[in-house]
């Protein structure tokens, strides 16, 4: 395990994958092939890792996943490092506000409840996460926005269209929006997400709203990048969403 004195704050340079030991490079790549499992299925996953740059690879699963198919794990030594110094990801950068805080800010600083309107837009069927935010229920112990005095939140589900999303929140005079996507094939997410903003902008209201997303494949740089105010991915809790609402909407 790495030494409790080093964090991650303090990391050393430059970064290699940590296995075994600090700095030894191990690395695991998992892949399936149209081969069934045989001595030469083995090599060919051996050979195929050694080719995406894995020194020593050793195949350490070969099982059938369908008939004349194999699924390998192949862990190996990776030759590459990299400099955290030089990387640079934009972030939610917003101070965690207790539930008393929140509703405190809320009642003090704005006067009303924050209406926050979201949904999974387009063809995308799944409301884990928009549930996970918005219903009382909440995620990981940390109740939605449902479950806030100061917050009004409505939750349209699933296969919401833009348009229909963009009325609803304008006939309740959303101060956020928050659109979900979780499918990612062919990059419909960010298709979806980005005809909403175009959307907002063309009937003229984009600027008099928070706009937020969210998904498993969905990060702040690329929220940004699409013209959304704040991206939430993976491992967001509700009081996330309310913190970053309550410091934009009541400073």
Wanted: glycine share 10%; charged share 25%; aromatic share 6%.
């Amino acid at each position: 395990m790495p030494n409790k004195m080093q964090t991650a704050t303090n990391p050393s340079r430059p970064l290699s994958p940590y296995g075994d030991r600090e700095g030894d490079g191990m690395v695991q790549i998992s892949f399936t092939l149209q081969v069934p499992p045989s001595a030469r299925g083995r090599e060919a996953a051996k050979q195929l890792a050694e080719l995406h740059g894995l020194r020593e690879p050793i195949v350490a699963t070969m099982e059938e996943c369908a008939q004349g198919y194999s699924y390998f794990v192949v862990y190996g030594h990776s030759q590459h490092t990299i400099d955290i110094a030089q990387i640079e990801v934009p972030e939610v950068r917003t101070e965690a506000l207790s539930r008393e805080e929140i509703e405190h800010r809320i009642v003090a600083r704005l006067g009303r409840k924050i209406v926050v309107v979201g949904a999974c837009t387009g063809s995308d069927a799944h409301t884990v996460g928009i549930d996970a935010v918005l219903n009382y229920k909440g995620y990981a112990g940390d109740k939605g926005l449902e479950s806030y005095k100061g917050f009004e939140s409505y939750n349209l589900g699933a296969q919401v269209e833009n348009e229909q999303l963009a009325e609803r929140a304008r006939a309740l005079q959303a101060d956020a929006i928050l659109v979900s996507q979780v499918i990612t094939q062919r990059n419909c997410h960010k298709e979806n997400a980005g005809a909403f903003i175009d959307l907002a902008k063309k009937q003229g209201w984009r600027e008099g709203v928070i706009l937020l997303l969210g998904g498993p494949r969905i990060d702040h740089k690329l929220a940004l990048e699409l013209g959304y105010d704040a991206g939430f991915g993976p491992g967001t809790k509700p009081s996330d969403v309310a913190s970053f609402l309550v410091e934009k909407i009541c400073g």
